[in-house]
Structures are given as structure tokens and as C-alpha cells.
């Protein structure tokens, strides 16, 4: 494959097929399209979320609701992440199951230009949220493993910062924003283009008919609480997180 110039970047779909086909739909021409995972959990269609992803991103992560899938009582005490789990456990079919449980936590792409990653880039604290607040302590990974982006999602909000401001050889930070839940108090649909060639990020959001959502996951029995939180643009403890 010829090495991408331009890149997709989606995450934290979380089982919303209406706000994942708007952003495919949207999104401007690319080389490849990359998704950060957290492609199930909490929506109502994760069948479908992922077999959109299968199609067409060429990298998918192993989120903590990919972990989930497989370890439910790490769930427990989120009773709104728990019913989203216990759906997708009775609608995806084992095939769909197997490939969510064969996904890598953190990649490179771009012969490690590109570092991807759902929460944190070291192994061993994953899940750890990056936010604008604690992004200068990734200067240090970014000089030791000279990554020129690093797309990362888990908080749900989006935003970009230039290591460079700290050091001249530090590389771009990004969160793409939620596809399926954003939690910056905009409801809109989130995702971010790569441009390698000017070494820039565009942060884009897009809207889409989140009601149609609502009324799928009143259907699907799940918590009424994960439909208000698409309208709210927000999740209740977002401003422990909004910077």
C-alpha cells in the first residue's frame, strides 16, 4: 500500500450506525481510515457499526467496551455501559464477537509517523484519559518514540495540541472526538482528517438525526439515559473531563 498522505481518524462509535454512516458520508476523501475503537457499547446497532468498520477501516482497536464484550463485570457498576453490553452480547453474531476480540490496544502506522491509541500510548495504563490538562507528559513518549501524530479517543471529547510549543521535537496530539456519544456538550457527530503533507490535523463534526437514535434504543429496551445523553452532547460527569 501506498504510504497515506491523508487519514481518517473515527473512535467511540459505540454502536450508532446513524452518526457513524453520517461521518462516512461526510468525510472527505482519504488514503485510509483508521477507527480508535469502542465500536459497540451503549447504541443500539453494534452489528452493523461494526461490520462498517470491518469495511472500511484498515485499523481498529481494542477498546475498554471491546474488553467489555469479553470480561462484562468490569461493567458492573455502570448499570447505562452494562445493559449497552449485555445488547450487543445477544445481537452480534459470533463471527462479528470473534473479530472485536482480535484487535490490538495501541498501532502504529506510517512506519511510526502515525501512533494510535484508545486511551493512553503506554501499555500499561491503556484506559488512562488524555485530555488538554495531563498532554504535556506525553512530550517525553513522542521524543522517545518520534510519532509525528497521536490520535487518541476513551474521553469522548475532542481536541488538538502541538507538542511543539514544548519541544521542538515533539509531534501533533489529537482526539477525533466521539463518532456516536460525544461528551463536549456538542451532540453533532465527530472525526478528524490526517494531512501529512502540511502537518496539520482538521477537526470536523457533523449532524445527524439523533432522535431516529432515541427511538432505536427505546426500542431496543436500552437505558433512556443513553438517549438523553445524545441530545445533551454530554455525559453526566463531562465537566470532570471538558477542558
Known amino acids: 500500500m501506498i504510504d497515506p498522505t491523508t487519514i481518517g481518524v473515527v473512535t467511540d ?5 446513524t452518526a457513524l454512516r453520517a ?3 461526510d468525510m472527505p476523501a482519504v488514503d485510509e481510515l483508521v477507527c ?6 451503549y447504541g443500539p446497532n453494534p452489528g452493523e457499526c461494526v461490520e462498517l468498520i470491518r469495511e472500511h477501516a484498515t485499523v481498529t482497536l481494542y477498546g475498554n467496551h471491546e474488553l467489555f464484550l469479553s470480561e462484562p463485570a468490569m461493567c458492573a457498576s ?11 452480547l445477544g445481537t452480534l453474531t459470533d463471527d462479528q464477537l470473534a473479530w472485536t476480540q482480535d484487535l490490538p490496544y495501541t498501532t502504529t502506522i506510517c512506519d511510526g509517523d502515525v501512533s494510535l491509541a484508545h486511551g493512553h500510548p503506554n501499555s500499561e495504563t491503556p484506559y488512562k484519559y488524555i485530555t488538554k490538562a495531563n498532554a504535556t507528559t506525553l512530550v517525553p513518549h513522542s521524543r522517545e518514540n518520534g510519532w509525528e501524530y497521536l490520535a487518541v479517543g476513551h474521553s469522548h471529547i475532542q481536541f488538538q495540541l502541538d507538542l511543539q510549543r514544548y519541544h521542538d521535537d515533539a509531534g501533533l496530539l489529537f482526539n477525533p472526538g466521539s463518532v456516536g456519544q460525544p461528551r463536549d456538550k456538542d451532540p453533532r457527530a465527530a472525526y478528524g482528517v490526517i494531512h501529512r503533507d ?3 490535523v482538521d477537526l470536523h463534526r457533523v449532524e445527524y438525526n439523533i432522535e431516529r437514535v432515541v427511538k432505536q434504543i427505546r426500542r431496543a429496551g436500552l437505558p433512556s439515559a443513553s438517549g438523553q445523553r445524545l441530545r445533551d452532547g454530554q455525559h453526566p460527569q463531562t465537566n470532570r473531563l471538558w477542558r
Do not use: E, F, K, P
Not at 462509535?13 to 450506525?17: A, E, K, M, R
Open 36 to 41: 480508535l475503537g469502542d465500536v459497540v457499547g
Open 13 to 17: 462509535i459505540h454502536g450508532n450506525s
Open 78 to 88: 455502570n448499570t447505562d455501559a452494562t445493559a449497552g453490553i449485555q445488547h450487543a
Open 198 to 200: 502540511t502537518r496539520t
Open 23 to 25: 461521518v462516512l458520508d
